[in-house]
């Protein structure tokens, strides 16, 4: 059985290939959809080379990407050109991440601080003997 052509094969970057950046941040998995990838570069969340530009405007390898993804501020600089979709393992291939590292995580279980919220079972005694002493 032959394998099919394409398959495994690393990506090689084409002279002659043209991508629009909606295309490419879509696949590069940057944005989930092309029309997400499209309304972000219309809102001025992308910017090309520090340029806002327009979802139509071609890429070319070397470009300089920033973008406000869903998954925070990235900044990218573009190795290889894809129109379509790519695997997460491919769609790395296509760029070079410069992005800033993550904020740190907030703690999850926030400590009660003290009055607020309903009172405990020391708050409850403690107003039982003041009613007592004033009543």
């Known amino acids: 059985m032959a394998a099919r052509p394409g398959v495994g094969e690393p990506i090689v970057a084409d002279p002659d290939l043209t991508v629009r950046l909606d295309q490419w941040l879509c696949a590069a998995r940057i944005y ?12 001025g969340l992308v910017k ?11 890429l070319r390898i070397g470009d300089r ?26 769609a790395r291939d296509l760029y070079e991440d410069h992005s ?8 999850r ?9 309903r009172p405990t079972k020391a708050d409850r005694r403690a107003t039982d003997r003041l009613r007592r002493l004033l009543g």
């Open 32 to 43: 989930p959809s092309r029309s997400l990838a499209a309304r972000a570069c219309a809102g």
């Open 65 to 90: 990407v920033t973008a406000q993804a869903p998954r925070g501020p990235c900044v990218l600089v573009v190795k290889d050109l894809e129109p379509k979709r790519q695997s997460p393992s491919r």
């Open 100 to 107: 800033p590292p993550p904020p740190p995580r907030e703690e």
């Open 109 to 117: 279980v926030a400590l009660r601080t003290r009055g607020a919220g």
């Open 48 to 58: 090309l080379n520090d340029v806002a530009v327009r979802p139509s405007h071609v």
